[in-house]
């Protein structure tokens, strides 16, 4: 008798322990759980804040001026626009890199012929 109850008890206590190693995992991931939310809040935070900071740039009427002129290629009264063809431009950009090498002379050859 005294060796059932003892095996019962036995068993009792490893139910016990069992049941409190699984309440201490669980415990254990959701605390990781909560410290994964915690750096995304904080990246969501630190984005909003960057994209607070970018309203208030485009809502400036410098940021809509600069808009209207360079995408939708509209002017001033007054002003006149002159559009370069994209040859032109991508020459002007190989003529940079290689300015520091070429003497004034052949840059201005370079540019008419």
Same mark, same amino acid.
């Given at each position: 008798?005294?060796?059932?109850?003892f095996?019962?008890?036995?068993?009792?206590a490893?139910m016990?322990?069992?049941?409190?190693?699984?309440?201490? *995992?669980?415990?254990?991931?959701?605390?990781?759980?909560? *410290?994964t939310?915690?750096?995304?809040?904080?990246?969501?935070k630190?984005?909003?804040?960057?994209l607070?900071?970018?309203?208030?740039?485009?809502?400036?009427?410098?940021?809509?001026?600069?808009q209207?002129? &360079? &995408?939708l290629?509209?002017?001033?009264?007054?002003?006149?626009?002159?559009?370069?063809?994209?040859?032109?431009?991508?020459?002007?950009?190989?003529?940079?890199?290689?300015r520091?090498?070429?003497?004034?002379?052949?840059?201005?050859?370079?540019?008419?012929?």
């Amino acid at each position: 008798m005294k060796r059932i109850v003892f095996f019962t008890a036995i068993l009792i206590a490893l139910m016990v322990i069992f049941s409190l190693l699984g309440s201490i *995992y669980q415990l254990w991931h959701k605390q990781d759980v909560l *410290y994964t939310t915690a750096r995304h809040l904080t990246n969501v935070k630190k984005e909003h804040q960057q994209l607070v900071k970018q309203l208030k740039v485009v809502k400036t009427n410098q940021f809509i001026e600069e808009q209207a002129r &360079n &995408n939708l290629f509209l002017a001033k009264l007054g002003e006149h626009q002159v559009i370069i063809a994209g040859s032109l431009s991508i020459q002007k950009q190989k003529m940079n890199f290689k300015r520091e090498n070429i003497p004034n002379w052949q840059q201005w050859i370079m540019i008419f012929f």
